[in-house]
């Protein structure tokens, strides 16, 4: 089946560092990226939302200039955290929408753990 | 506005046993699709079933099957012979069909343990 590969699993940075987050799609092109934020014991909260070749649109309340998206092929996706700091501690989910077939599909990544000291 | 609401913040049910998750949604599309997501300790994301809303047919995937109700906006999971790999938690979810956006609504989850 397809595969979205997540890296890194997990990360710890120092405050004011940027951490970058690769989603690839390794069998299929993905138009589509999603980003997602879960706190710990919370619902998955989107972020924002990556076409290739196009801009990021961002949630209401998420900064699009600490939250970097870059789609810029139909098989990477990328999220930078730009100056984290601890509040940025989050577990981050990225998914993937192809169509296979003809049929929508979403694949979703393994989660990037970030822990910011 | 789209939302998705579990009641249940934690389930526990006997091994073998069934067990029902509750799952309402609002929405004023008339074509989208309804999710059950699993979230074991991993925290990788499982899809485990999925209906499309203009099928009045519930949807089954071996022990799992849904009571859809469209009318109601209800959208329920049954887990039947529950095994101890079923615990986890468990978020219902809506996207809606088709459209630039697709993204998935999230309900706050039900935590399920299966008890030995």
């Known amino acids: 089946g397809a595969v979205v590969s997540q890296h890194p699993s997990r990360v710890i940075c120092k405050s004011g560092t940027s951490v970058k987050i690769e989603c690839r799609s390794l069998?299929?092109?993905?138009?589509?990226m999603f980003w997602y934020r879960q706190f710990p014991k919370q619902s998955l909260m989107l972020m924002a939302t990556?076409?290739?070749?196009?801009?990021?649109?961002?949630e209401q309340g998420v900064e699009k200039d600490k939250f970097l998206i870059n789609h810029a092929s139909l098989t990477l996706s990328t999220l930078t955290v730009t100056s984290a700091h601890p509040e940025d501690s989050s577990f981050y989910i990225c998914?993937?929408?192809?169509?296979?077939?003809?049929?929508?599909?979403?694949?979703f990544g393994s989660g990037t753990q970030l822990s910011v000291l | 506005a789209q939302t998705v609401t579990q009641s249940q913040p934690e389930m526990s049910v006997q091994e073998a046993e069934t067990v029902t998750l509750s799952c309402t949604y609002d929405t004023s599309e008339s074509n989208y699709y309804l999710f059950w997501y699993k979230q074991p300790p991993s925290r990788q994301m499982i899809l485990v079933i999925r209906?499309?809303?203009?099928?009045?047919q519930n949807a089954t995937e071996n022990r799992f099957s849904v009571n859809f109700q469209k009318a109601a906006k209800s959208f329920s999971l049954k887990i039947s012979d529950s095994q101890l790999g079923d615990t986890a938690m468990y978020f219902c979810a809506l996207q809606n069909y088709g459209g630039s956006q697709g993204n998935l609504i999230f309900g706050k989850g039900t935590k399920l343990s299966v008890k030995p």
């Open positions: 998914s993937a929408r192809a169509w296979v077939g003809f049929n929508e599909k979403l694949f």
């Open positions: 069998d299929f092109q993905a138009t589509t």
């Open positions: 990556s076409n290739e070749g196009s801009k990021a649109t961002y």
């Open positions: 209906q499309e809303a203009y099928k009045q």
